[in-house]
Structure formats: structure tokens, C-alpha cells
């Protein structure tokens, strides 16, 4: 069976990636946090059992940190990330995927446990979403193609993930959620995840000097 991620990621543009970031921070600033967010996205999807898709927003430009050589790149193609996300989804599955997850490059909380338990949760449901704290989501998996949930959905609103789960309700598709997660969109939002890197630096060099 071929697990396949889809990573959406933006191309690292000054003043493109994170403008409601950028206003507070800059767009140079801005450019460098969205340089790390899809350093550590690219690392957690780098597995060798998973094919990666990354479908970029405006070119193929190899512009990004890492990418392996086995990653296949794609374009992003539709008029909004509806359409878009439908159009990779179709894709992968009309080539070799038979699980697919999709995910951006916004939500540092999301590493490869995380992906391997939503490929899990997919042998036994049809549908799994990774809630955001937005009212969005930060994944979703099927283990088909469900253009039903692409449908009539206000993008980039807090209503996306509560229409998501009445679609799946009203369409009977089984699903199931993942932990909750945060996106970086604004400065707060910033600030809590180098305030976590800090905590999580500090406990490791903690355990460093004990086990020394």
C-alpha cells in the first residue's frame, strides 16, 4: 500500500510568505520564519516508506532549504485552496497513492508521529483531520479521493473544520481527529513557539549535563 504526503508550501518570496506576520516583523523577518517552519515540515516528512508530493504556489524554482531527491514536485493549480487541495488530491490518487494525507507548512507542533498516526487512523477510517486552533485544519487524510469535502467551504475562516465534519457526517464518510495544533500566523503566535524552542532547548541540555 502507498502512503502519500501532500506538503503545500509557498515559494520563499519576500513579502509573499507570512504577511500577517510581516506586518508586525517585517517581510525580511517574516521570510526567515517561514524558511524555518518548512525546514522542520520538509524533516518530519522525510520518510522513506511515505511518497512525497510538495506542490508549490507559484513555480518549481528550487528555492527551499531541502528537499530530497526523491520528492516529486508539482504545481498548485485552481483559483482558491480549495480547489487547489482538490486538484492534488485527484492527482495522487489517479497515480499510485491509496492513503493520502495534506498538509502546509505553518504548524511547527506537527512531526513525523503525528503523520504516521493519521496513516494509521486511515486503516480503520475514511477521513482524519488534524484540528487547528484557528477553526481550521492543519491535515487532512482520506483513504479515497472525497471531492465532497472540498465543496462550499468558506477557506481561511474559522468555519472550515466544523462544515468539514458536517460534510462527513452528511456524506456517511467515517472519520476521526487528531490532536489539536497551532498554526504561526501572527506574532503571538511567534512568540509561544521560540518561548516551546526555548523550553525544549533548556530540558535537553538539562539531560545532557545529567546523563554527564
Avoid at 40 to 59: G, R
Avoid at 124 to 131: A, E, L, M, R
Avoid at 145 to 151: I, N, R, S, T, V
Wanted: charged fraction near 25%; proline fraction near 2%.
Amino acid at each position: 500500500m502507498t502512503n502519500t504526503v501532500i506538503v503545500f508550501l509557498k515559494n520563499l518570496t519576500l513579502g509573499k510568505v507570512k504577511t500577517r506576520l510581516a506586518a508586525t516583523i517585517g517581510d525580511q523577518q517574516a521570510l526567515e520564519v517561514y524558511r524555518r517552519l518548512v525546514t522542520h515540515t520538509l524533516k518530519q516528512v522525510n520518510m522513506p516508506e511515505h511518497d512525497i508530493f510538495l506542490y508549490f504556489s507559484d513555480s518549481l524554482h528550487n528555492d527551499l532549504p531541502i528537499i530530497e531527491s526523491r520528492s516529486s514536485l508539482r504545481l498548485q493549480k485552481g483559483d482558491d485552496l480549495g480547489e487547489r487541495m482538490l486538484n492534488a488530491f485527484e492527482e495522487v490518487f489517479g497515480s499510485s497513492a491509496e492513503k493520502a494525507l495534506i498538509i502546509g507548512t505553518d504548524c511547527p507542533g506537527l512531526d513525523s508521529s503525528i503523520i504516521d498516526e493519521a496513516f494509521r487512523a486511515l486503516d480503520t477510517h475514511q477521513v482524519v483531520i488534524g484540528p487547528a486552533t484557528d477553526g481550521g485544519y492543519y491535515l487532512l487524510g482520506m483513504q479515497k479521493f472525497q471531492q465532497c469535502l472540498f465543496e462550499d467551504i468558506p477557506w481561511s475562516t474559522s468555519e472550515v473544520l466544523e462544515l468539514t465534519l458536517q460534510k462527513c457526517v452528511r456524506n456517511k464518510l467515517t472519520y476521526t481527529l487528531l490532536k489539536e495544533l497551532s498554526d504561526i500566523d501572527d506574532e503571538n503566535d511567534l512568540n509561544a513557539w521560540n518561548e516551546q524552542q526555548k523550553i525544549s532547548l533548556s530540558r535537553e541540555s538539562f539531560g545532557r549535563s545529567a546523563l554527564g
